[in-house]
């Protein structure tokens, strides 16, 4: 039997994330991985875990193993409500969608925004797992210019100008795959734009509490609420295991995202609801938080000396100031998914830049580095072999482009 004449139309839009591709290879023993943004298993709190365990089996016995309300475990949702007021997003617990990470918010808003044709604008470069959401509803992606401070404000303003825009989606803090941060100035002018044109935004914040140096500003959400999706997860910051995430939206949205959710997994898993619910009710989360950062603090330090040290001049990097990522860009037509191959025999990965863009096979001169997960040790050891086999591959670039 041939089964692949059963599949729908929309699957000639899904494809395999490239990233989670990758991340078999740096799975090989010996590499030194600077590619996925995965978060290091030594900041999870183990310890912790296990008391909140004995907490919720003695406060909720068999109701944290029963199946429960799509909107979310209500214990989650009200201490998700102060914690979510110290970024600038004010809700209720009403107001608050617990979903399945942030990914399946993503899904879900793709689901029912996103039509074949509609316009949606992304950052360029953009999360690569927030094309995965959309691609299957068959999105016309309109790029938005970036430069250091992130999305530039009069892009959006000429995107929303040309034509109707159905969505926009933005990661305005520590942005993946980039590691930028919109301005509190820009903010406020993105903010002005979208509520000028009527414009909806997808407000992703994954990496907000993971500041290394500067002040925090608030999410972009709380200039203008009814404009905006928020969209936050426990990854980070607690385990990305537990695969808990959650989104405060416009009621009619929130109200179809529920529908949604109810097709895809009925609602997420109780007993890890209350965990995260237990993390914030009882304090952990404020203690958990500084600790993470202190533990990644010096891995941030360490790439940012390294990629002063060793690599060429060619090379020009973001200069974050928190989050799990600096972008690399080279100004020499060099082709770095080509030169991921040659890496990677010499036991360092990269995550190739094309990949975070709407358009496939363009901005081949572009890289993104992980600092979270490898220690500094490592990360200077890998950056200097990178930049070695950056300047092997440039030397040849300049030949054959006669320079």
């Not at 109810?262 to 914030?280: K, P, W």
């Not at 799990?324 to 025999?345: K, N």
């Not at 979270?372 to 990360?379: G, K, L, R, V």
Request: proline residues 7%.
């Amino acid at each position: 039997m041939s089964h692949e004449e059963l599949l729908a139309g929309r699957t000639a839009h899904m494809e395999s994330n490239a990233i989670r591709e990758i991340l078999k290879v740096t799975a090989q023993p010996g590499v030194i991985s600077l590619a996925g943004g995965i978060p290091a298993p030594e900041s999870f709190p183990v310890d912790a875990i296990a008391r909140f365990t004995s907490v919720i089996l003695q406060r909720y016995g068999g109701r944290a193993f029963q199946y429960d309300l799509t909107e979310g475990f209500r214990p989650l949702r009200e201490a998700l409500v102060p914690f979510l007021a110290r970024k600038g997003v004010k809700t209720s617990p009403d107001g608050v969608l617990v979903t399945s990470g942030s990914q399946g918010a993503l899904d879900a808003l793709g689901k029912i925004l996103v039509s074949r044709g509609d316009r949606v604008a992304v950052e360029a470069p953009t999360y690569l797992g927030a094309l995965s959401a959309f691609n299957p509803y068959g999105p016309e992606y309109v790029e938005l210019a970036t430069d250091e401070e992130g999305v530039i404000p009069e892009s959006l303003e000429e995107r929303l100008n040309e034509a109707p825009v159905k969505l926009i989606y933005l990661v305005p803090t520590f942005q993946n795959p980039s590691g930028r941060t919109l301005s509190l100035e820009r903010r406020a002018k993105i903010a002005d734009i979208i509520i000028r044109h009527n414009a909806l935004v997808i407000e992703d914040d994954p990496y907000n509490d993971l500041r290394y140096r500067g002040e925090a500003l608030p999410a972009l959400h709380s200039w203008a609420p009814d404009n905006i999706i928020y969209l936050g997860t426990f990854s980070k910051i607690f385990a990305p295991g537990v695969r808990v995430g959650f989104a405060v939206a416009p009621a009619t949205i929130s109200r179809w995202m529920v529908l949604a959710k109810q097709g895809t997994d009925l609602h997420t898993g109780t007993f890890n609801q209350a965990l995260c619910a237990e993390y914030l009710q009882s304090g952990e989360v404020d203690r958990q938080i500084p600790r993470v950062v202190e533990l990644y603090r010096p891995r941030f330090h360490a790439m940012l000396r390294a990629l002063e040290e060793h690599f060429p001049p060619w090379v020009h990097w973001s200069n974050p100031d928190g989050g799990m990522f600096v972008w690399a860009e080279s100004s020499l037509e060099l082709d770095l998914l080509d030169i991921y191959h040659r890496a990677v025999s010499r036991n360092v990965a990269y995550v190739p830049g094309t990949f975070f863009y709407a358009t496939p096979g363009t901005h081949l001169n572009t890289m993104r580095l992980n600092f979270t997960m490898p220690d500094e040790q490592h990360i200077a050891r890998a950056v200097a072999t990178l930049a070695e086999v950056l300047l092997e591959a440039g030397e040849g670039a300049k030949i054959g482009q006669g320079l």
